[in-house]
């Protein structure tokens, strides 16, 4: 099995661009959702999704975009980046929504905003 | 708001050593306490997890000590290895939720020769 994919590994972008961050589990897990990786700052929840045509927002919403069409799939998009947003981003997901069931990391994405 | 509280940021420990990892929560309603670990350029993974309903769970060479009264909760790493040194993040959620865990800050250990 792949796990958690992430792609792409790298990005940097120039502030006002959009792009979209995929996410995809071979798991057939309930639960996705996208973390952001800051230095002193921990991981912060910024969307998550506990089945298909279910999303919602966490604790860092601002200039992201989510959607779950599909079960494997769980895109991140950024609508106009901006420099605050340069960040390591980690989409995880795990088998059941309401249990605590283990997260399963993808190995990020790198973005750079300048 | 910080919920789930972390310390150190750092720690140099040498090889043979313990390593601790302090958390603390605030949210009483959290009833499952997972600690992740992390390489460099790879994403965290789960290395160990635990209840309130017991104060203690080992396994192998990392041991989880719970004090619920004080909501605290350490990692504790015996005979650390140069192959323990990654950032570890203590965690919270609580059940009932939609798997909203709570991450502390991170500790990056190093083990050193």
């Known amino acids: 099995n792949a796990g958690v994919t992430q792609t792409p590994k790298f990005q940097v972008l120039k502030t006002g661009q959009s792009m979209t961050l995929q996410c995809a589990q071979d798991?057939?897990?309930?639960?996705m959702s996208w973390y952001r990786q800051d230095p002193g700052m921990g991981l912060r929840l910024i969307h998550y999704?506990?089945?298909?045509?279910?999303?919602d927002q966490g604790e860092v919403p601002n200039g992201y975009n989510v959607s779950r069409s599909t079960t494997e799939d769980f895109p991140l998009r950024l609508l106009s980046a901006a420099p605050s947003q340069t960040s390591v981003y980690f989409c995880?997901?795990?088998?059941?929504?309401?249990?605590?069931?283990?997260?399963?990391f993808g190995n990020g994405t790198r973005l750079t905003v300048t | 708001q910080q919920q789930v509280k972390q310390s150190p940021q750092s720690l140099i420990v040498q090889k043979g050593g313990i390593s601790i990892i302090n958390c603390a929560y605030e949210n009483t309603a959290f009833d499952y306490f997972p600690w992740y670990q992390q390489f460099p350029g790879k994403g965290p993974a789960l290395l160990i997890a635990?209840?309130?309903?017991?104060s203690e769970k080992k396994e192998g060479r990392f041991t989880i000590s719970f004090n619920k009264s004080a909501k605290q909760f350490s990692l504790h790493i015996m005979d650390s290895q140069p192959g323990d040194s990654a950032t570890y993040f203590c965690a919270a959620s609580r059940s009932g939720g939609y798997q909203k865990v709570t991450f502390g800050i991170g500790t990056k250990l190093q083990v050193i020769p």
């Open positions: 635990i209840r309130p309903d017991v």
């Open positions: 999704s506990v089945g298909a045509g279910i999303t």
């Open positions: 995880a997901s795990s088998l059941r929504r309401t249990e605590n069931s283990p997260l399963h």
């Open positions: 798991m057939n897990h309930e639960y």
